[in-house]
């Protein structure tokens, strides 16, 4: 049998009851706060650039900063997962996200803007990968891809949450809406003292450091509580996704491949959409955000009905059907007008890029990899997530330079997105598996 600290940890987390409601909570607040800071930057940039006297091309280079930072940041995140804790990572990840989104009211020029949002956003967005890896090792395994598409529903509640308090708020200038930022990140920092470490990564700390004894009685009774594929347990966790041909190497990147175009797409579909209306399609700001207000408030049970699928019928599932439809509706977004067309065209798109295809997908990368290399890989995907995001702000910010607002939009958000049509070589994983059925 494992040793008694393990046996205690694993009954405790495995039990329905208080701890997974808490948890469920602190990481929904968690996310939350992320897409508030991510969210905020996108609909204050056209105050930013009047304000700051910013060109076209420099509000594209502040999204490729920022991306780059995001993807750095995350990489070495995922990295520190596996050696350090989920919950070490999550804390300060948080804190330091805290610090600079604070820091944001004090910028006097690009310079300074571009250096505190890409650390403010890095640290923010690095919570995704923490998160998907450290809740989704604690939930039960019949409840887990619906409580975590609770957790990934943050992100439209964080929409939301920043559409209302850039129109509460902008009126006092674009510094103080992300100064108000700070507060609830405090509180969640506050809450996390609570949450514990996963067991899983506790069990695999003492695998390895039985492995580095030689202490083979004690790998055998660690194993009899969770598998593990001992082969490459104490390699480095990098050299494990991607030196031996398997499961692991070819899961990791097929998910890449779709996520690398999901990402790049989404840039004109969610990020710069607010600055595309007001530029090209003659709304007002106020007109934009209240439209990312309502599409963000009522997306949240998008998130859940994509969770809520994905038990039903497989997230593979899920995510084809939404991947599928993403290309056709970008298209046709281009051929109409009207406002009222145009929100409800919206609507159905910010549903299908982010309700349903985030409510399935990241609980499916959760249980895509064994505990050995989880965080290594879920922190590489959410680095490919923001490296999919910088291209595809090079890519804008080249091609709005160079060619029309059309071939822009047609290339990013129509052709770019074909690739997510990827996700039907994915393997198809059962709602229900504990994680060590699907991969050790």
């Given at each position: 049998?494992?040793?008694?600290?393990?046996?205690?940890e694993?009954?405790?987390q495995?039990?329905p009851?208080?701890?997974?409601v808490?948890?469920?909570?602190?990481?929904?607040?968690?996310?939350a706060l992320?897409s508030?800071?991510?969210?905020?930057?996108?609909?204050?940039?056209?105050?930013?650039?009047s304000d700051?006297?910013?060109?076209?091309?420099?509000?594209g280079?502040?999204?490729?900063?920022?991306?780059a930072a995001e993807f750095?940041?995350?990489?070495?995140?995922?990295?520190?997962?596996?050696?350090?804790?989920?919950?070490?990572?999550w804390?300060?990840s948080?804190?330091?996200?805290?610090?600079?989104?604070?820091l944001?009211y004090?910028?006097?020029?690009?310079t300074?803007?571009?250096?505190v949002?890409a650390?403010?956003?890095?640290f923010?967005m690095?919570?995704?990968?923490i998160?998907?890896?450290?809740?989704?090792?604690?939930?039960?395994a019949?409840?887990?891809?619906?409580l975590?598409?609770i957790?990934q529903g943050?992100w439209p509640?964080?929409v939301?949450?920043a559409?209302?308090?850039?129109?509460a708020?902008?009126g006092?200038?674009?510094?103080t809406?992300?100064?108000?930022?700070?507060i609830?990140i405090?509180?969640?920092?506050i809450?996390?003292?609570?949450?514990?470490?996963s067991?899983?990564?506790l069990?695999?700390?003492?695998?390895?450091?039985?492995?580095?004894?030689?202490n083979q009685?004690?790998?055998?009774?660690?194993?009899?509580?969770?598998?593990?594929?001992?082969?490459?347990a104490?390699?480095?966790?990098?050299?494990?996704?991607f030196?031996?041909?398997g499961?692991?190497?070819?899961?990791?990147?097929?998910?890449t491949?779709?996520w690398?175009?999901y990402?790049?797409?989404?840039?004109?579909t969610n990020?710069?959409?607010t600055?595309?209306?007001?530029?090209?399609?003659?709304?007002?700001a106020?007109?934009?955000?209240?439209?990312?207000l309502?599409?963000?408030?009522?997306?949240?049970?998008?998130?859940?009905l994509g969770?809520?699928l994905?038990?039903?019928?497989?997230?593979k599932?899920?995510?084809?059907?939404?991947g599928?439809?993403?290309?056709p509706?970008?298209?046709?977004?281009?051929?109409?007008?009207?406002?009222?067309?145009?929100?409800?065209?919206?609507?159905?798109i910010?549903?299908?890029?982010n309700g349903?295809?985030s409510g399935a997908?990241y609980?499916?990368?959760?249980e895509?990899?064994?505990t050995?290399?989880r965080?290594?890989?879920?922190?590489f995907?959410?680095s490919i997530?923001?490296?999919?995001l910088?291209?595809?702000?090079?890519?804008?910010t080249?091609?709005?330079?160079?060619t029309?607002?059309?071939?822009?939009?047609i290339?990013?958000?129509?052709?770019i997105?074909?690739?997510?049509?990827?996700?039907?070589?994915?393997?198809n994983i059962k709602?229900?598996?504990?994680?060590?059925?699907?991969?050790?």
């Amino acid at each position: 049998m494992a040793t008694p600290e393990l046996q205690v940890e694993y009954q405790r987390q495995v039990r329905p009851g208080w701890y997974t409601v808490y948890l469920v909570i602190v990481a929904l607040a968690g996310w939350a706060l992320a897409s508030y800071d991510f969210n905020l930057l996108t609909l204050t940039m056209p105050n930013i650039a009047s304000d700051l006297h910013l060109s076209s091309t420099l509000v594209g280079l502040l999204g490729f900063f920022v991306y780059a930072a995001e993807f750095i940041i995350t990489l070495f995140v995922g990295y520190g997962m596996d050696r350090l804790g989920r919950r070490w990572m999550w804390q300060f990840s948080l804190v330091f996200a805290a610090i600079f989104t604070g820091l944001t009211y004090f910028v006097g020029n690009y310079t300074e803007l571009a250096v505190v949002r890409a650390l403010a956003s890095g640290f923010a967005m690095s919570e995704l990968a923490i998160s998907v890896t450290l809740v989704n090792e604690q939930l039960e395994a019949r409840r887990r891809g619906l409580l975590y598409s609770i957790v990934q529903g943050g992100w439209p509640l964080g929409v939301f949450l920043a559409s209302g308090v850039y129109l509460a708020f902008i009126g006092h200038g674009w510094r103080t809406v992300f100064l108000l930022g700070v507060i609830p990140i405090i509180f969640v920092i506050i809450a996390r003292i609570w949450v514990r470490e996963s067991d899983r990564f506790l069990h695999m700390k003492k695998v390895k450091q039985a492995l580095k004894e030689g202490n083979q009685d004690e790998v055998e009774r660690l194993l009899k509580l969770y598998p593990v594929d001992t082969t490459h347990a104490d390699e480095v966790t990098w050299r494990q996704l991607f030196s031996v041909k398997g499961y692991v190497r070819r899961q990791v990147s097929l998910l890449t491949v779709v996520w690398l175009c999901y990402a790049t797409s989404y840039v004109a579909t969610n990020v710069y959409i607010t600055y595309w209306l007001t530029k090209y399609d003659g709304w007002t700001a106020t007109q934009a955000a209240n439209m990312l207000l309502i599409a963000g408030g009522i997306g949240y049970f998008f998130y859940v009905l994509g969770g809520v699928l994905g038990e039903r019928f497989g997230r593979k599932s899920v995510l084809v059907i939404s991947g599928m439809l993403t290309a056709p509706l970008n298209l046709v977004f281009m051929f109409i007008h009207g406002h009222t067309v145009v929100f409800i065209l919206y609507f159905v798109i910010y549903q299908v890029t982010n309700g349903t295809w985030s409510g399935a997908g990241y609980a499916y990368w959760g249980e895509s990899f064994p505990t050995r290399v989880r965080g290594t890989a879920i922190g590489f995907l959410g680095s490919i997530f923001t490296g999919g995001l910088l291209l595809g702000s090079l890519i804008w910010t080249l091609l709005i330079s160079v060619t029309s607002a059309t071939v822009t939009w047609i290339i990013i958000a129509v052709v770019i997105s074909l690739g997510q049509w990827i996700a039907l070589a994915l393997p198809n994983i059962k709602p229900g598996t504990e994680l060590e059925e699907i991969a050790v």
